[in-house]
């Protein structure tokens, strides 16, 4: 089963059809279906049955876990896609307009959780992101960045490692130009769904 803000997602899916869809979004559409590759992963979404199914064990091991996140962000992805280009500008999630209230309390980002997961280990944190699809960036200890779904705004992972005196750190960036996409609760189930991925 899944929830009615899926429910509408599907319908807008229908109503907009493949051809426009491919176009703003860039994802393929083959014999029926969406081919749509996520974190690395590759996944099949049926707009007749309504279904998501994954092509790996890992893909399925993300369905099973976080279905409601990565359900959410792909459905409305498919309606909201414009075809934008990115800004270049990197940004917070709390940086986006109305951000600033939106990510806090309940939708928190358990980067502080990332954190101490990878506080002396920046090797497995890139390992995981490379388990991802992600490459390897330039920032912090460790850094890396990540597609939550094809053509999304990438998800820069910054890690700083603990040390004497401070205790490590995550931040998550995202282009700026994501704001002009999608409204904050799809951004939000993107970013949760990369940061519990690299979990």
């Known amino acids: 089963m899944y929830s009615s803000g899926e429910k ?26 969406f081919m749509v590759r996520s974190l690395g992963m590759d996944f099949e979404l049926d707009p007749a049955s309504e279904t998501i199914r994954a ?4 893909g399925g091991a ?12 792909v459905l409305w992805w498919l309606v909201y896609a414009k075809g ?3 800004s270049g500008r990197l940004v917070r999630p709390a940086d986006l ?15 502080d959780r990332l954190a101490q997961v990878y506080a002396r280990d920046a ?9 991802l699809g992600g490459s390897k960036r330039e920032m912090g200890d460790a850094a890396a960045e990540l ?4 053509g999304f705004s990438p998800v820069d992972l910054i890690l700083w490692l603990e040390d ?11 282009d700026a130009s994501i704001e002009h996409i999608l409204p904050l609760d799809i951004i939000w189930c993107a970013t949760m769904l990369t940061t519990l991925a690299m979990l």
């Open 55 to 58: 092509l790996s064990p890992q």
């Open 147 to 150: 597609m939550p779904v094809q």
């Open 97 to 111: 307009k109305g951000g600033d209230m939106f990510f806090r309390g309940t939708h928190t980002l358990p980067l």
């Open 62 to 73: 993300i369905l099973k876990k976080f279905s409601y996140f990565f359900n959410y962000m």
């Open 8 to 33: 509408v997602a599907w319908g807008k899916i229908r109503e907009l059809g493949p051809e426009k869809i491919s176009a703003s979004s860039g994802i393929s559409f083959i014999n029926g279906l």
């Open 164 to 174: 004497e005196e401070f205790p490590a750190r995550a931040d998550l960036l995202l």
């Open 84 to 86: 934008t280009p990115p």
């Open 123 to 131: 090797g497995k944190f890139l390992e995981r992101a490379g388990e």
